[in-house]
C-alpha cells in the first residue's frame, strides 16, 4: 500500500490509498472513550478533506481499551455516511471486551456497511471486493 499521510497523532494515523480509493486509519496504544472519540472525528475530517466511500479502519495496534458502544459511535456512523462513506473494513484489537456487544449493535447497522476482521490482509481483500455506488451522470 503507498499511503499519502493526512494526520499523525500519537495514537492514529490516517491516510489515503490512491490505489484503492479509500482511507487507512491505523490506531496504536491505549484508548478509551476520550481518545476513541477524538481518533473518530480526526476520520471524519480526513473524509471531508479526501472524499472516498471506504475505509480500512486498523484497530490491531490497540494494546488496550476501555471503549464501549455509545449513542455518540451511532451518531459518528451517521456524520462518516453523509460524507459518503459507504463500507467500512474494522479490523479489531486482539483485546476487546466489548467486542460482542459491538458487533451485535453493526449488525443492525444497515449504511454503511461495516465488516469485522481480526487481520488487516481479510479485511483488505473484503473491502476491495465491495462494490462503490456510482453516482448517475446525464447523457450528453
Known amino acids: 500500500m503507498e499511503l499519502q499521510l ?6 492514529i494515523s490516517i491516510s489515503y490509498d490512491a490505489a484503492n480509493a479509500w482511507l487507512y486509519a491505523d490506531w496504536r496504544g491505549e484508548h478509551n472513550q476520550e481518545t476513541s472519540q477524538a481518533g473518530c472525528m480526526l476520520m471524519l475530517q480526513a473524509l471531508r478533506q479526501q472524499p472516498c466511500a471506504k475505509i480500512l479502519n486498523d484497530n490491531s495496534g490497540i494494546t488496550r481499551t476501555t471503549v464501549q458502544p455509545t449513542l455518540w459511535g451511532a451518531w459518528w456512523l ?19 471486551e466489548a467486542r460482542r456487544l459491538t458487533e451485535s449493535m453493526l449488525l443492525q447497522i444497515k449504511k454503511p456497511v461495516v465488516g469485522t476482521f481480526d487481520d488487516v490482509a481479510t479485511a483488505y481483500v473484503w473491502l476491495q471486493r465491495q462494490s462503490q455506488r456510482v453516482p448517475n451522470h446525464p447523457m450528453m
Not at 6 to 11: A, F
Not at 78 to 96: D, I, N, Q, T
Open 78 to 96: 451517521e456524520e462518516m455516511m453523509r460524507a459518503g462513506l459507504e463500507h467500512v473494513a474494522w479490523v479489531m484489537p486482539r483485546e476487546f
Open 6 to 11: 493526512i494526520v499523525r497523532t500519537d495514537l
